[in-house]
C-alpha cells in the first residue's frame, strides 16, 4: 500500500502545524502568508523556501480548515488535496503519476484511515478499494480485473493475511467462485458455480 503511506507521510510532515490550529477560530499563524478573498480564507506556506508556495489552507467563515491543497513535490503543480468537514478530516486524494488528476482517495474517521481507493491505469474508473478494520489492517480489496468499470474480485483478510477470495467470472455482478485459504495463503478449497445460478455445484478440496 505504497500509495496510502505517501498520503499519510504527506499529511503529517507537510502540514505540521495543523494539529494545533484546526479548528482555527481566527487566524493566527506566524509561518504562513494570510490573504482574506470575498467568501473564504487562504493561507499560503513555502515549506522548502524556494521562494514559491508550495500549500495553500483553505478555512470557512468560522476559521476552520475546509482543504489544503499541497505541491509535495515543488514542481508548481498541486498534486494532494485534503479535505475536512466541520474541522474533521475526511478525505485525501493524491495524484502520484503528475497527470493533474486525482488517482488516489483515502477515507478517514476519527483520524483514521478506513477505507483507499485507485485508478491505476488513469482511465477515470476507480479499479482497486481497500478497506482498513480498526486495527488499520486490510480487511477486504475489491478490484476490477478486466477494467469494464465493475468489481469483479474480492480478497477477504482476517488480521492482515488473506482467507478467502471471491470472483465474479462473467461480469454479471454475481460471485461465481470461491477459494478459501489456510494461514500459508495455500489454496485449500475451491468452490464454482458453472451454470452461474449463484449456488456452487463443483467442490474441489
Same mark, same amino acid.
Given at each position: 500500500?505504497?500509495? !496510502?503511506?505517501? %498520503?499519510?507521510?504527506?499529511?503529517?510532515?507537510?502540514?505540521?502545524?495543523?494539529?494545533?490550529?484546526?479548528?482555527? /477560530?481566527?487566524?493566527? %499563524? &506566524? /509561518?504562513?502568508?494570510?490573504?482574506?478573498?470575498?467568501?473564504?480564507?487562504?493561507?499560503?506556506?513555502?515549506?522548502?523556501?524556494?521562494?514559491?508556495?508550495?500549500?495553500? +489552507?483553505?478555512?470557512?467563515?468560522?476559521?476552520?480548515?475546509?482543504?489544503?491543497?499541497?505541491?509535495?513535490?515543488?514542481? +508548481?503543480?498541486?498534486?494532494?488535496?485534503?479535505?475536512?468537514?466541520?474541522?474533521?478530516?475526511?478525505?485525501?486524494?493524491?495524484?502520484?503519476?503528475?497527470?493533474?488528476?486525482?488517482? !488516489?482517495?483515502?477515507?478517514?474517521?476519527?483520524?483514521?484511515? =478506513?477505507?483507499? #481507493?485507485?485508478?491505476?491505469?488513469?482511465? +477515470?474508473?476507480? #479499479?482497486?478499494?481497500?478497506?482498513?478494520?480498526?486495527?488499520?489492517?486490510?480487511?477486504?480489496?475489491?478490484?476490477?480485473?478486466?477494467?469494464?468499470?465493475?468489481?469483479?474480485?474480492?480478497?477477504?483478510?482476517? =488480521? &492482515?493475511?488473506?482467507?478467502?477470495?471471491?470472483?465474479? /467470472?462473467? &461480469?454479471?455482478? =454475481?460471485?461465481?467462485?470461491?477459494?478459501?485459504?489456510?494461514?500459508? &495463503?495455500?489454496?485449500?478449497?475451491?468452490?464454482?458455480?458453472?451454470?452461474?445460478?449463484?449456488?456452487?455445484?463443483?467442490?474441489?478440496?
Amino acid at each position: 500500500m505504497k500509495k !496510502t503511506l505517501i %498520503c499519510v507521510v504527506i499529511l503529517c510532515a507537510l502540514w505540521p502545524y495543523m494539529a494545533y490550529s484546526y479548528p482555527w /477560530r481566527g487566524v493566527q %499563524c &506566524g /509561518r504562513c502568508h494570510v490573504k482574506i478573498l470575498t467568501e473564504k480564507t487562504v493561507l499560503d506556506k513555502d515549506v522548502n523556501k524556494d521562494g514559491k508556495v508550495d500549500q495553500w +489552507g483553505y478555512l470557512d467563515k468560522n476559521g476552520t480548515f475546509n482543504k489544503v491543497e499541497i505541491d509535495s513535490n515543488f514542481d +508548481g503543480k498541486v498534486d494532494t488535496w485534503i479535505y475536512f468537514e466541520k474541522g474533521h478530516l475526511v478525505r485525501v486524494e493524491s495524484d502520484t503519476n503528475n497527470d493533474g488528476k486525482s488517482d !488516489t482517495w483515502n477515507f478517514y474517521k476519527n483520524l483514521k484511515l =478506513k477505507r483507499q #481507493e485507485q485508478d491505476r491505469d488513469g482511465d +477515470g474508473l476507480r #479499479e482497486l478499494t481497500i478497506l482498513l478494520d480498526t486495527e488499520g489492517e486490510k480487511e477486504k480489496v475489491e478490484f476490477d480485473s478486466n477494467g469494464d468499470g465493475k468489481m469483479d474480485t474480492f480478497n477477504f483478510y482476517k =488480521k &492482515g493475511k488473506l482467507i478467502r477470495q471471491e470472483q465474479d /467470472r462473467n &461480469g454479471d455482478g =454475481k460471485v461465481d467462485a470461491w477459494l478459501w485459504l489456510d494461514k500459508q &495463503g495455500k489454496i485449500v478449497k475451491i468452490e464454482i458455480d458453472t451454470d452461474f445460478d449463484g449456488k456452487p455445484d463443483v467442490t474441489k478440496e
